[in-house]
Structure formats: C-alpha cells, structure tokens
C-alpha cells in the first residue's frame, strides 16, 4: 500500500510538471491568434480602395435578352371568368359575406335570428335533397330487383316450354315407332303352316274369347283397331297385361291372322 502510494504520488507530479507548460502555451496560442486576427483586419481594411482590384470588368453593353416577367404581355379578349366563390351560397362564404357588410359576426338579435333562419332553411333544404336522393336511390334498386325478378320468371318459362316441347317430341317420337313396328309386324310374311292353316269362323252368337292374363279377344281387339288404330291397340294390351311391346304386338298379329 505504501508503496503504491509513493509511485501514486510520483506519477501525479510528473504529470503536473509536463501539462502545466503545454496548458499555458496553448493558452498564449489563442491569445495571439485573436490578436492577429484583428490586425489583419485593420490592416486588410487599409488596402481596400479603387486600386486594389487586379483587373477592369469587359463591359458588353445592355442585355438583349429579357426575362419572361419584363416583357409585355398582350392584351387578352377573353373575357375574365368569375370566380367559383360568387355562387356560394352557405352560411360561411355566401352572399352574406358579399354584400359590403364587415366580416364581423353579427351582433344584433335580429341578425344573428336571420342567420339561424337562413342555417335551418338551408339544412332543411339540403335534408331534402338527401330524403330525395335516398328515395331515388331506393326506386331504382327495386325497379332492377323486379326486373332480375321478371327476366329470372321469363327464363324459368322458357325452360318448362322447352321441356314440354321436348316431351311431346319424344311421345310423338315413340309413337311413331310403335305404329312402325306395328305395320312391320302386319306386312311380316306368314309361315306356309300358317297360310294353309284355315282360319276359324267365329261365332256369332258366342262371346268372344279372351286370352291369358287379362289381354281381350278376338271381336274386341277389332272394335279397338278401328276405333284407335293399330298403336293404340297395342298400348291397350300392354296397359291391360304388363306385357311389353313386342309380345303385345304379336298377340294382336296372332288374333288379327286368326290364331
């Protein structure tokens, strides 16, 4: 301790000894310099005069080019458009600012009841044309909505005539292929055992005979071909057995060959 203590001390005084010189220098350096400073001016203001400059400016006479702002403008015949301001009509920068009266608010009872009348006339105008706009507005999107509603009814229309169309079609279609077969099943050529096979002569006063599964006999199978034709016949007895067109067609070939 003690001895760190002495280099302590020793260290401190080497360091006072060296800084303490360098400090004051420094301090004569600035000292100086703002001497010499104001000596140079005084001695610079000395030499400034009409023979200092070291060379005469060239004179080249008067500019020919001018700026845009120093040349005159022509005249215009347009006429001068108002300002937007002079249509204002509200209660801030309307006529009432306009007509030569002072910026001031209004300080009479009258006047200041005037600018409320003229704040809700206003308001309630502007209210108005509000309530319309939204009414307007309202209209049209029911009047689009009723017609979504018609062209979607319309277009529903369409569709069911066209799914009619298309049904009916394909009963004509059937039909027609039905009556086809029918005929094809009457032009088939018979079997010579059929040919030479004598037809039966029906009884006259006997009922007529009726198949198997509820299909009908022989007298009203032909009251049935007159009345509705071959294919219609042939629906009759497939309405009335189950069977399927084939079988029913044959059955009535059969009858009709007199088998």
């Given at each position: 301790?003690?001895?760190?203590?002495?280099?302590?001390?020793?260290?401190?005084?080497?360091?006072?000894?060296?800084?303490?010189?360098?400090?004051?220098?420094?301090?004569?350096?600035?000292?100086?310099?703002?001497?010499?400073?104001?000596?140079?001016?005084?001695?610079?203001?000395?030499?400034?005069?009409?023979?200092?400059?070291?060379?005469t400016p060239l004179d080249l006479g008067p500019d020919p080019v001018q700026w845009p702002s120093a040349k005159p403008w022509p005249s215009s015949k347009l006429p001068v458009p108002e300002w937007p301001s002079k249509s204002w009509d509200d209660e801030h920068f309307g006529s009432f600012w306009r007509d030569g009266t002072s910026v001031?608010?209004?300080?009479?009872?009258?006047?200041?009841?005037?600018?409320?009348?003229?704040?809700?006339?206003?308001?309630?105008?502007?209210?108005?044309?509000?309530?319309?706009?939204?009414?307007?507005?309202?209209?049209?999107?029911?009047?689009?909505?009723?017609?979504?509603?018609?062209?979607?009814?319309?277009?529903?229309?369409?569709?069911?005539?066209?799914?009619?169309?298309?049904?009916?079609?394909?009963?004509?279609?059937?039909?027609?292929?039905?009556?086809?077969?029918?005929?094809?099943?009457?032009?088939?050529?018979?079997?010579?055992?059929?040919?030479?096979?004598?037809?039966?002569?029906?009884k006259a006063a006997a009922p007529s005979p009726t198949a198997a599964d509820g299909a009908p006999g022989r007298d009203e199978l032909m009251a049935l071909v007159e009345q509705v034709g071959l294919a219609g016949t042939v629906q009759q007895i497939m309405k009335r057995t189950g069977w399927d067109f084939r079988k029913a067609a044959q059955y009535l070939a059969r009858v009709r060959a007199g088998g």
């Open positions: 301790m003690v001895l760190e203590g002495i280099l302590m001390l020793i260290g401190a005084g080497a360091t006072m000894a060296a800084g303490i010189p360098i400090a004051v220098r420094l301090a004569r350096a600035g000292f100086d310099d703002g001497l010499s400073t104001a000596g140079a001016a005084d001695f610079g203001a000395g030499r400034i005069g009409p023979e200092s400059a070291g060379f001031a608010q209004p300080s009479s009872l009258t006047e200041q009841a005037a600018r409320q009348a003229s704040k809700k006339q206003s308001d309630a105008k502007r209210d108005r044309k509000t309530d319309a706009q939204r009414d307007n507005d309202r209209r049209s999107d029911e009047e689009d909505e009723q017609r979504r509603t018609a062209a979607r009814q319309a277009l529903e229309q369409r569709q069911a005539a066209r799914e009619q169309q298309q049904q009916a079609a394909a009963q004509k279609q059937q039909q027609a292929r039905q009556q086809q077969q029918a005929r094809q099943q009457e032009q088939r050529p018979r079997t010579p055992q059929q040919a030479r096979k004598p037809k039966p002569k029906p």
